[in-house]
Nanobody, 116 residues
Framework: QVQLVESGGGLVQPGGSLRLSCAASGFSLDNSHIGWFRQAPGKEREAVSCFSRSDGSTYYADSVKGRFTISRDNAKKMVYLQMNSLEPDDTAVYSC?????????WGQGTQVTVSS
């Protein structure tokens, strides 16, 4: 059974940092595209950062380049999103996403709020 469980969200001041974690189970990270999406109130869900299954390359949305870093530990089946220099526009529900062959899976999401 595939599961994705996020943790690490919270309230942080502008300029602060948070580290999100995604615990994956039921599949191998080597066989999946995996990463992070976010959805802010009143906005469409957008891809933030992810690993490509084909070559392990990483993608970052333009809005987070230079501030966010995705990483993973295949042995522990964990994916992380280190978020630095957070801005109010980063406020959203962040969800872990995985595509395993033709199946798509989502975590329940974790709230990140950037506010003074």
């Amino acid at each position: 059974q595939v599961q994705l469980v996020e943790s690490g969200g919270g309230l942080v001041q502008p300029g602060g940092s948070l580290r999100l974690s995604c615990a994956a189970s039921g599949f191998s990270l080597d066989n999946s595209h995996i990463g992070w999406f976010r959805q802010a109130p009143g906005k469409e869900r957008e891809a933030v950062s992810c690993f490509s299954r084909s070559d392990g390359s990483t993608y970052y949305a333009d809005s987070v380049k230079g501030r966010f870093t995705i990483s993973r530990d295949n042995a522990k089946k964990m994916v992380y999103l280190q978020m630095n220099s957070l801005e109010p526009d980063d406020t959203a529900v962040y969800s872990c996403h995985a595509q395993v062959f033709s199946e798509v899976y989502w975590g329940q999401g974790t709230q990140v709020t950037v506010s003074s």
